[in-house]
């Protein structure tokens, strides 16, 4: 099946540029064809992968001389790129994590593009600034997180209030990686009283030390390797049967680095682990952050959409004692890639460890103290007006809208848990906490892995997979925006029946 090639983008002429006109045009077609595309997503296969260099074989060797016309180029969404899609919004993608992409959030998307600002300075788009920082003020709440994380600092700060008096805020990042990043180099910072700021890591002279699960996103690893720390210097703590952090390997850890005259600094707790979805104690990783004066950031890329259901806020468990806490809108709210949620306690030791003030960005606004300058509390410089798309998210689903789609699919997630339970040929590998159901086969790994090759050539369905304590994982990840119990009870009858069809172990 072919989507509609996209209609009424003939007439523009080729070799200019568009005008108005012809974008309106063009435009209007590249709508209708998305619409299309996605009305009818549950008729192609999920992920059928063309031989490498297929794509490319169909692309000129040199780019085109002449300009080209748009309803060509329009077309070639069919003959050049749809051959090598893996289709990520459709009804039976199960596979790493739900990358939601509403038509609310390609419509915000569409307006920050047409805009076309840059949102480094408060001055350089007011409204840039004001709105993301305040629809992350009202995520705070709808979320139930901690008021420390309010721009305005809690119930004494309001909006208008000097930089000084506030303490917290939220900032978009492009990714949690950005965001783990960004939350380590301040804790790097406030550990050796930034001292690496002025001289570097090299003339510190005493390794920093960050510490996380051995189950954490290897965006930490990364953040730390980044961030000069190197990767002999984090510590992968063991977890325990349901893959949460071991809080007592986790002290002495730090003890043993104490003992050697490093200088621990950083925590990454997980919330909803990659693998298996595990949620580590956080609390009473806090109490050990606090305990030896660390910084305790929180990753909850997936399962932090959670938290808008009261029933669900056991993921805010420890947030109180939180120094950053990050979240993906991009992945279970559906709110389009990029778009990561970083909330920091307090501002100024981000702000502090990131900003550089050149002469040319100097102005007024930024002077009087009185506005955001996002530019500090990220990595780039230039920054895109990204809080259009979750704005529009949070206005057209409405709070209830959002809940309602976490609760079904919390709820397909436990049904498809209860038929696994109950089949002879199956088991789960944990207690699904959420959205994210981990299975293996009874006989071991090959039947896990033939098990996985079958759903997926299938075409109905795809799954990925983890190592969890050594064995092979299934993992069927539920939060597309199109899934509905039907696909995940009809995923669950192909799953049963594969699984029966393999000989016990
Ligand atoms: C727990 C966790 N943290 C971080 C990430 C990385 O997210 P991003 O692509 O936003 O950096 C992922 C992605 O799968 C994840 O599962």
Redesign the pocket.
């Known amino acids: 099946m072919t989507p509609a090639t996209p209609r009424d983008a003939t007439s523009d002429p080729a070799g200019r540029p568009l005008d108005a006109e012809g974008f309106r045009r063009a435009g209007h077609a590249l709508v209708d064809w998305i619409a299309d595309y996605r009305e009818r997503i549950a008729e192609r296969p999920v992920a059928h992968l063309p031989p490498p260099g297929a794509i490319r074989a169909k692309l000129p060797p040199r780019a085109p001389e002449q300009g080209e016309p748009m309803a060509e180029i329009l077309a070639d969404l069919d003959s050049v790129v749809m051959p090598g899609i893996v289709h990520w919004q459709h009804p039976g993608w199960f596979a790493?994590?739900p990358a939601n992409s509403s038509y609310e959030s390609i419509l915000g998307e569409l307006a920050s593009a047409g805009l076309g600002v840059q949102g480094m300075l408060w001055s350089t788009s007011p409204a840039c600034t004001e709105i993301e920082t305040h629809v992350l003020d009202w995520l705070v709440h709808a979320m139930g997180l901690p008021e420390r994380f309010l721009s305005a600092g809690g119930p004494a700060g309001a909006p208008g209030e000097p930089n000084g008096e506030r303490r917290g805020g939220g900032v978009l990042q492009?990714?949690?990686?950005?965001?783990?990043l960004v939350a380590l180099v301040a804790a790097r910072e406030r550990a050796t009283a930034f001292a690496t700021d002025a001289c570097g890591i090299g003339a510190f002279g005493r390794a920093i030390v960050v510490y996380t699960s051995d189950q954490?996103?290897s965006?930490i690893e990364k953040a730390a390797r980044l961030a000069g720390l190197g990767k002999e210097f984090v510590r992968l703590i063991p977890v325990d049967a349901t893959g949460a952090m071991r809080v007592d390997h986790l002290e002495e850890a730090i003890q043993r680095d104490r003992a050697a005259g490093h200088l621990p600094a950083f925590v990454s707790a997980?919330v909803?682990?990659?693998g298996v979805n595990a949620i580590d104690p956080v609390d009473e990783i806090a109490r050990v952050c606090r305990a030896h004066g660390l910084w305790l950031h929180v990753?909850?890329?997936?399962s932090g959409t959670a938290a808008l259901c009261e029933e669900f806020r056991f993921v805010n468990a420890g947030a109180a004692h939180a120094d950053s806490w990050c979240f993906?809108p991009?992945?279970w709210m559906p709110v389009n890639f990029?778009c990561?949620v970083l909330w920091v306690a307090d501002r100024a030791e981000l702000v502090r460890a990131l900003s550089v003030l050149p002469e040319y960005l100097r102005n007024a606004a930024t002077e009087s103290g009185k506005v955001i300058d996002y530019r500090d509390w990220q990595i780039p410089l230039g920054r895109r007006f990204r809080a259009l798309k979750l704005w529009f998210v949070l206005r057209s689903f409405g709070l209830d809208g959002l809940r309602a789609l976490v609760r079904d699919h919390v709820s397909m997630a436990r049904e498809l848990a209860a038929r696994v339970r109950g089949s002879a040929a199956l088991e789960l590998v944990v207690d699904p906490p959420l959205n994210l159901v981990s299975i293996a086969h009874r006989a071991g790994d090959d039947a896990t892995q033939r098990l996985i090759d079958a759903v997926n050539r299938d075409g109905r369905f795809f799954v990925s997979h983890c190592r969890f304590h050594g064995r092979l994982v299934l993992r069927v990840s539920i939060g597309a925006l199109a899934t509905t119990s039907g696909h995940v009870r009809a995923f669950g009858d192909l799953l049963i029946a594969r699984a029966a069809e393999e000989p016990r172990g």
Not at 174 to 180: F, G, I, L, P
Not at 299 to 302: E, I, L, N, V
């Open positions: 790493y994590f492009d990714t949690a990686s950005s965001a783990a954490a996103h965006s997980t909803g682990t990659t990753d909850a890329a997936m993906n991009h992945k990029d990561d």
